[in-house]
């Protein structure tokens, strides 16, 4: 604060008596200012100091363990827990793909994945456009109720479905009761019921995208497609759905990823019969101890998921409809 | 043109029957939490808490203790370094700043199927497995990348120019980030840390491999229980959770919002 | 001189922002900076405010360098262009920011942030938060806190940008008021010159990092020094042609057959013949008449459009295929012309100035 005898002014220069605080300090010092380094805001190596800790924590555990199994797939099984580092061999990849067990895995898993993603993209695509016509409190009421089963414990999710479709359970003992069946139905442990319990818990990964890209629209096209003779079945078909693509596919992508890799609710729903992926990975690293092998499960898992993946993005985004993805 | 009346009601009539499956688990879980007898079944005259009490005889209480110090920890380590690389990713450009950004936030993407595998690998040939550090930065390496999305958020709102206009009326870069920037953050860092605290304490894939025999999360206890025994003590320990995870999840929205973290 | 730039330049990877800037401001006056977006005039004043660091080049103070001088010690405030206000301290809190880094007693900061209140005229705002206040208070919120600290440099960086019209041409005035009551000197940037017009003591034009001109908003206008300035100012006409004649303070250029303009210059031997010169005249300074004045620039054209605007009437009129436009104030007993007219069009040698042509 500038001031010249020392005596604090306002901003209109009436002064203030001061008072026995220390005096206020001014600005242009008696000292002459030093050069400072201040104005080199290109120092390049401050950031990645302060990004150090997690860049080392991120490698080691993450791309390192990544990479090593990896790399591990490609040795030959020496013993549980062991692998002989000394050659490298697709074995493990042959053993794999040359055994119908395990391809029949894999299919299951294929399967039941794509099930899961149409269910969820069907159901989900109504419930979007349902919540996008709601107003804003509704629409976030109604939205936590699709957010928060999410982060509630898959385990929880899954008891709630054994409590519905076992033999005992809910469903079965209403149409027992009501006569209008006499055994009870195989619900459980079964494809049904991992299904289920999938479309269940991964539902919100596809409305979310889809009610991004329905809200996203500009509402105004409706009316113009109105307002030009289309009736509303034709605007839906022509106008918003080709429109709401990015999100269906977004979302599908989502679903499809998640259930490709799922474990707990295949292995708490599906029961012995119903193994997928996930499960062989998981009994080949602790039961077996297989490490190469259960890496290479591991492996053919993201590969076939992100090959199944990228297939169906450009598929969508050919031809006529590049225009929409941009 | 058809009435827009009639299909509002197909509508409305659909997603009620949606949201009734997708919180129907949930509703029965709780119900069936306070059964007075050994089946399944909705408490209609009698209500009873013994399946509460069996919590405790079950071993539950074990697997609760260590989610909560994993959870609680993790995210704490998670918040720190989440910050700071979220704090660096927006205030400066450097090079190579894309792929560390695709590098934070892969764990996200990646299965944790395929994430579990190789660490378990690891752990076991490097020595660390069974080690509670060992399942802490297993944790911290898949919620990370929620913190850093939170923390950018918080960073992003609070605009350069409000720093600068802070240490342009006199301020020292300490007293702008103490004055300005805190106090615009701080409710994303909350938010970002009960986030990270709700993925670490509900995960369940991942820890499965990794988990040895000293150390039990409780999802991974009540996976294994439902595997094998399955009685309605699930449903309490359930109830307990869902009602826990709720709270914790309207606190959260309420300070920042579901959709942008997720979103 | 109380603030002095001397030969400031500053590049951004690669881009020179601004080159060699050399200018100085007096004590208490509102200096302006404008030109189009780009032009550096926002680099300059960041610049002084200490955002950025020169790559060559001095800022003076009050005789003291603060070239290199870290923001939070400078004696200058920055009013933003989106204001910057602090969202979560109230208005009061706000304005008492700048007092309390300071380190002001607290007994004192009351009664000032009050008379600054007072001074923007928001004097029951203290505890209201920027987020219930409209634009235009933000912005007198965002002043009075940078005035509070009692700066030696006052900068403002677009100010009003932000603002619809109506609310613009109220503030501008209003800063001016407040600024002269003060008697802050200050520094306004801004891309709109009848903002600057209005409230600067001194004008400089900037174009693509350089200085075109400095001066008084008269100057500027009534003797642009670069074909820049006369454009970016104000409209004009411009016409190109080749020195033929001349004389003491006048000289003669012709630019077809029938048009050869006569106008002033300073005898600084600049001017010779055969220079090809660019000369300009302000639409304002053409008068329109049925028969030719003799001893003035006076030549013959067809109207080729006639806009009736109410207090004014613009003409385009074409001589030897040059369009030339006239605004004429609508005054008692005006000479309409329409469409299809012969008028001389016409114009005194001080009418019009003169660059030498540089080829576009």
Known sequence: MSSSNGVMMTVLGTPIPPTNAPPVPAATAKRPMRRKAYGKRRVNWFPLLLLTPLLVIMVIFFVVPLSRSVVISFFHFSGPGTFDSSQLTIQNYKDFLSSPFYLGILRRTFMMSLIVTILCVAIGYPVSYYMMQLSGRKQQIYMFCYLAPWLINVVVKAFGWTLILSPAGYINTILLNLGIIQTPLHLMYNDFSMIVGLTQGEMVFAVMPILASLVSMDPELRSAAADLGASRVKTFMRITLPLSLPGIVAGSVFVFTMSMAAYTTPALLGGVKVRVMSYIAYQQNTSTLNFPFGSAVSVILVIFTIVVVQVYMRAMASGKRKVIFR | MSSGKGKSVFLTSFNVLVTVFMLAPMVLVI?????????????????????????????????????????????????????????????????????????????????????????????????????????????????????????????????????????????????????????????????????????????????????????????????????????????AMSTLLIVFSIVLMVVLDRLFGLRTIIG | MELELRGISKSFAGFQAVTAISFGIEKGELFSMVGPSGCGKTTILRLISGFLTPDEGQIILDGQDITFAPINKRPTALVFQNYALFPHLSVFDNIAFGLRMHTVPRRDIKPLVKEALDLIRLPESEEKYPSQLSGGQQQRVALARALVIRPQILLLDEPLSNLDAKLRENLRIEIRQIQKKVGITSIFVTHDISEAFAMSDRIAVLNSGLIEQVGSPVTIYESPHTEFVASFVGKSNQVLGVVDSVGDGVAWARVTNSMRICFRHDNDGRIKEQLKVRLMVRPERISLVKSSTPNVNSFLGVVKLAVYLGSEVHYEVDIDGYTFIIERQNHKNPLHFSQGDRVFVEWGDDDCSWYSHTSD
């Open chain 2, 31 to 235: 119900l069936t939490s306070f059964t007075p007898g050994m089946f399944y079944e909705i408490p209609t005259t009698q209500w009873s808490l013994q399946w509460y009490r069996a919590i405790i005889d079950v071993g539950f209480l074990n697997g609760f203790v260590v989610s909560m110090g994993l959870a609680l920890l993790a995210a704490l380590v998670s918040l720190i370094l989440g910050f700071l690389a979220a704090f660096v990713m927006t205030r400066y450009v450097f090079k190579g700043k894309v792929m560390a950004d695709a590098l934070f936030m892969a764990p996200i993407i990646v299965p944790a199927v395929a994430l579990g595998v190789g660490l378990l690998q690891f752990y076991v040939n490097v020595g660390l497995y069974n080690t509670f550090f060992a399942l802490l930065l297993a944790h911290v390496v898949i919620t990370v990348p929620y913190i850093i999305r939170t923390a950018a958020v918080s960073l992003s709102a609070v605009s350069r120019e409000m720093e600068l206009a802070a240490m342009d009326l006199g301020a020292t870069s300490r007293q702008s980030f103490v004055h300005v920037t805190m106090p615009l953050i701080k409710s994303g860092l909350i938010s970002g840390y009960i986030f990270a605290f709700l993925i670490s304490f509900g995960e369940v894939a991942m820890t499965i491999f990794i988990i040895g025999s000293k150390y039990t999360t409780l999802p991974v206890d009540m996976f294994n229980y439902m595997l094998q025994v399955n009685t309605p003590v699930i449903a």
